[in-house]
């Protein structure tokens, strides 16, 4: 499989997410034009410290565009599966391409512990007080476990590294036990070390 890439470090779309994009560097309008044209998709990955690429992304579906009139793009990117990077191609594009592996796993069946969703709304609510986030806690009580561990992970300002290290953990439950890790560990540095349960 071929698809152009968009390396964003903190932008990570996980399967059955939405990410919206304001697209307005000419080489990534270059893409999303490739991108329309060959099947709608776009490879999310980021990078390591030193620049190099991860082993592991996410396709992302366009499922919505607008052209604005000073030429940028607003496109909304569906979270399909995750890929495993086998190499860079060139061909002669501004953008990058690269050859890669569907990975795919069905989760959908794994269970996920029946307090981890309390746990996080709990640890999330402290940590967007903190943070001064401005979020409506009693939105995302709306929102199944699997739901809500996603757009914590997406939308909080965490380092890179761990946003891609939460990519690649496939089991609900443990991606939920990660996040929660990371959620303490921010409280802590914070300075909400006493308020974490």
């Avoid at 396709?59 to 604005?68: A, L, R, V």
């Avoid at 590294?161 to 496939?170: F, H, R, T």
């Amino acid at each position: 499989m071929q698809i152009p890439i968009f390396p964003l470090n903190g932008a990570v779309l996980y399967p059955e997410t939405n990410l919206p994009l304001n697209i307005f560097e000419d080489r990534y309008i270059d893409m999303v034009d490739f991108a329309l044209s060959n099947k709608r998709l776009i490879g999310m990955i980021q990078t390591d410290k030193k620049g190099k690429l991860f082993k592991v992304g996410c396709i992302g579906k366009i499922t919505s565009f607008n052209e604005t009139k000073d030429g940028r793009y607003l496109i909304n990117l569906e979270g399909m599966n995750l890929f495993l990077l086998k190499k860079e191609i060139d061909m002669g594009f501004k953008f990058r391409i690269i050859e890669g592996n569907s990975i795919k796993h069905n989760s959908n069946n794994l269970s996920i512990d029946s307090n981890v969703k309390k746990n996080l709304l709990n640890k999330y609510s402290k940590y967007i007080k903190n943070k001064k986030i401005d979020l409506n806690i009693s939105e995302l009580e709306k929102l199944t476990t699997k739901q809500l561990a996603k757009l914590i992970a997406m939308v909080s300002p965490f380092d890179h590294i761990d946003k891609q290290m939460l990519l690649e953990i496939s089991i609900p439950n443990e991606f939920c036990k990660k996040l929660l890790s990371i959620l303490d560990i921010e409280l802590v540095n914070d300075g909400g070390g006493k308020t974490i349960n």
